[in-house]
């Protein structure tokens, strides 16, 4: 295939862009799915708010004003059903030069009577077939779904040439068609009939590769699960135990005891710890570095960001200093002679436990014994990146953490190559916490609450769903939200801003700033999703709370409530009321994952959809629920029939099974 710089249109300007979507390939592009279709037809000027696609003549010179950062207005007279009207469009100046007087466009958006104005939310300049089917994709500020739709086409022929990992006996099996038609269809859709047949056809080799994966690891764990045995002490266990100052909950001591069963026993552990926010995970997987280190072995806890690790590098350092067990840290951001100082202590055995992100599995770290991973939040982690940690040591035994509770069902098959502990119960003295919606225009009793919250030395999250706003003018980002609360506060409060954009050294910084009480409003993304442990914060707004799912904005929630005060979560929205009602109803994160499915699927479930091997780019874990069980059935068939071979006839196979260290 050729390169995708060399694409026509692309070039210098468009490449970092589609670079930062993850498209680094024509074969990225091929296969970045639309995630809804827009069907045009022409009709005529209807009030109510519905949305509408007209022809209008332009009649009048185009104004642009430029109403603050990252937004301007773009308005022009046009000619609609002999009707004069007022043509509205959001941050479109760079059309101004084609929306000349007596050219005829296309114009979607929203008619206002009473205004005798449309607020447009696009503009076309060709003309248009009736019933005109076009793609929409999910982009990023800088590039338009349209260009990206035309990119897309102009490599088209080269759709043939992406590669059908399908065996081919099952795709002959149920009929499948070509790959490169399926791609070409999923993109511009000759009828219903034929977009459904092609987007099973992708969904199903989506799933049919994932459960490959989950259940290649179950047959290998069940075919080599000789593992390491252990002589530990319940006793010295429950005396750590009893010394930790407050009491475990009921689930905590039955996941407690299945870790300590599983690494006595001579199988290895391969054990998922699956519980809701805030219900003690953490701890319990310190309990299991404790009982592998009375073994006399070496820990790794590896985490997904460095905000996490540096957190759970301090938990334990708390809990063990007066056993002196030697803890380790390891990120990215450290300087070279301290990660070597750290690597060398791993090698020779003088750091007991080691905590960091994925630099656990750089080259060149080794271990002395190792004995026991975890990995916190391993849905952000791939099968591969799990299994090079894990494969630092010989026969380890593995613990995974979770905190996106998700239905039973569903975790069962997602995670079928390990036995799972589910922890629902909440650590005692813990209040729930309120959660409240409340529309953007009654912003003003939220702040209020926020100057009691401030006066009573707490402190607050405010949560964005982008770092810019870009196209959208009714979404708030983070530079947006820091202008409204200096203003709402006359500057008189120390505020923070957090995203991902931001250089790790740079998100330390905030965090050790906001952890110490120096600043009293963090300002964020959903980067503080996920672990992030302020237990002085008391309150969680969350703006545009209808672009989220029901579970990601109950792990943002979890955020606060970590301590005996009262704490509240504010859902600011414009819309979509009813569906946020659940989070006024329920502090259960399973009740809430299970109505979550019910409404949106699993698409904001595991928190982002790049993240690690949940990253489906068609699939809908709740909508094609039978195709993944039809896909996890005949992958293991797949397997049993073919493993003893080494898949020697299916080389897409082979080498996923190599890159997977199985297999010499």
């Known amino acids: 295939m050729?390169?995708?710089?060399?694409?026509?249109?692309?070039?210098?300007?468009?490449?970092?862009?589609?670079?930062?979507?993850?498209?680094?390939?024509?074969?990225?592009?091929?296969?970045?799915?639309?995630?809804?279709?827009?069907?045009?037809?022409?009709?005529?000027?209807?009030?109510?708010?519905?949305?509408?696609?007209v022809k209008a003549i332009v009649e009048g010179e185009v104004k642009v004003s430029y109403i603050k950062r990252n937004l301007n207005r773009l308005e022009f007279r046009g000619l609609v059903d002999r009707k004069l009207i007022k043509v509205v469009i959001f941050n479109r100046a760079f059309l101004r030069n084609k929306i000349t007087i007596g050219r005829e466009i296309i114009l979607v958006g929203r008619y206002d009577e009473k205004k005798n104005t449309l607020v447009a939310s696009n503009i076309m300049f060709e003309k248009m077939n009736e019933g005109k089917v076009e793609p929409v994709y999910h982009v990023i500020n800088g590039i338009s779904s349209s260009t990206l739709s035309n990119f897309i086409d102009k490599v088209?022929?080269?759709?043939?040439?992406?590669?059908?990992?399908?065996?081919?006996?099952i795709?002959?099996?149920?009929?499948?068609?070509?790959?490169?038609?399926?791609?070409e269809i999923i993109h511009h859709p000759l009828s219903g009939e034929s977009l459904k047949q092609a987007r099973v056809r992708l969904v199903y080799e989506e799933f049919f590769q994932f459960m490959f994966k989950i259940n290649y690891l179950r047959y290998k764990y069940l075919a080599n699960n000789k593992g390491i045995s252990r002589t530990v002490d319940y006793d010295k266990v429950r005396e750590f135990i009893d010394g930790l100052g407050f009491k475990l909950t009921v689930d905590q001591e039955e996941a407690v005891k299945d870790i300590y069963d599983d690494l006595i026993s001579d199988k290895r552990m391969n054990r998922l710890i699956l519980g809701d926010v805030g219900s003690g995970k953490t701890i319990v997987s310190i309990?299991?570095?404790?009982?592998?280190?009375?073994?006399?072995?070496?820990?790794?806890?590896?985490?997904?960001?460095?905000?996490?690790?540096?957190?759970?590098?301090?938990?334990?350092?708390?809990?063990?200093?007066?056993?002196?067990?030697?803890?380790?840290?390891?990120?990215?951001?450290?300087?070279?002679?301290?990660?070597?100082?750290?690597?060398?202590?791993?090698?020779?055995?003088?750091?007991?436990?080691?905590?960091?992100?994925?630099?656990?599995i750089s080259e060149g770290v080794e271990f002395n014994n190792l004995g026991l991973v975890i990995t916190d939040e391993q849905h952000r982690f791939g099968v591969n990146q799990r299994s090079n940690l894990q494969n630092?040591?010989?026969?380890?035994?593995?613990?995974?953490?979770?905190?996106?509770?998700?239905?039973?069902?569903?975790?069962?098959?997602?995670?079928?190559?390990?036995?799972?502990?589910?922890i629902k119960t909440k650590p005692m003295g813990r209040k729930e916490i309120i959660t409240i919606v409340k529309k953007e225009r009654d912003i003003k009793e939220v702040l209020f609450k926020c100057l009691e919250c401030i006066k009573a030395g707490q402190q607050i999250y405010v949560v964005a769903p982008l770092i810019e706003s870009g196209d959208d003018a009714d979404l708030n980002d983070v530079n947006i939200l820091k202008d409204k609360f200096d203003?709402?506060?006359?500057?008189?409060?120390?505020?923070?801003?957090?995203?991902?954009?931001?250089?790790?050294?740079?998100?330390?910084?905030?965090?050790?700033?906001?952890?110490?009480?120096?600043?009293?409003?963090?300002?964020?993304t959903t980067v503080i999703e996920v672990g992030v442990d302020v237990k002085n914060s008391t309150m969680m707004i969350i703006f545009n709370a209808e672009r989220f799912g029901l579970a990601?904005?109950?792990?943002?929630?979890?955020?606060?409530?970590?301590?005996?005060i009262q704490s509240y979560c504010y859902l600011i929205c414009n819309q979509d009321i009813e569906r946020l009602k659940v989070m006024e109803s329920s502090n259960d994160g399973f009740y809430i994952s299970e109505k979550d499915f019910e409404m949106r699927g699993q698409g904001d479930l595991f928190g982002i959809r790049q993240s690690g091997d949940m990253a489906f780019k068609i699939g809908d874990l709740r909508r094609d629920y039978k195709i993944l069980l039809q896909a996890k059935k005949d992958a293991v068939k797949f397997i049993e029939e073919n493993v003893d071979s080494g898949f020697a006839n299916f080389k897409t196979y082979r080498d996923i099974a190599r890159e997977m260290a199985f297999i010499d």
């Open 2 to 53: 050729m390169e995708l710089e060399l694409v026509k249109g692309i070039g210098n300007k468009y490449l970092g862009i589609l670079n930062k979507m993850k498209i680094t390939t024509v074969e990225d592009l091929l296969t970045y799915y639309p995630f809804r279709y827009q069907v045009y037809r022409l009709g005529c000027l209807a009030g109510n708010n519905v949305q509408i696609t």
């Open 156 to 169: 088209m022929d080269y759709a043939e040439e992406v590669e059908d990992t399908i065996p081919y006996n």
């Open 171 to 183: 795709k002959n099996q149920y009929e499948f068609m070509d790959k490169g038609k399926a791609i």
């Open 287 to 360: 309990i299991a570095v404790y009982i592998n280190y009375l073994s006399g072995m070496q820990s790794a806890m590896m985490a997904p960001t460095e905000i996490l690790a540096m957190q759970h590098y301090e938990n334990i350092v708390k809990l063990f200093a007066p056993l002196n067990i030697k803890v380790g840290l390891l990120v990215g951001s450290m300087k070279k002679k301290e990660k070597d100082l750290v690597i060398a202590g791993l090698k020779d055995g003088t750091i007991d436990v080691i905590v960091g992100t994925h630099a656990l």
């Open 392 to 422: 630092k040591g010989h026969l380890c035994d593995v613990l995974y953490m979770s905190a996106t509770p998700i239905p039973r069902t569903y975790a069962l098959t997602i995670y079928g190559d390990m036995d799972t502990s589910f």
């Open 487 to 524: 203003m709402a506060f006359n500057g008189k409060v120390k505020i923070g801003i957090l995203h991902g954009k931001m250089k790790p050294k740079e998100k330390d910084e905030v965090m050790e700033k906001y952890k110490n009480g120096e600043i009293k409003i963090l300002i964020s």
């Open 552 to 564: 990601t904005l109950h792990q943002l929630r979890g955020r606060v409530g970590r301590n005996d």
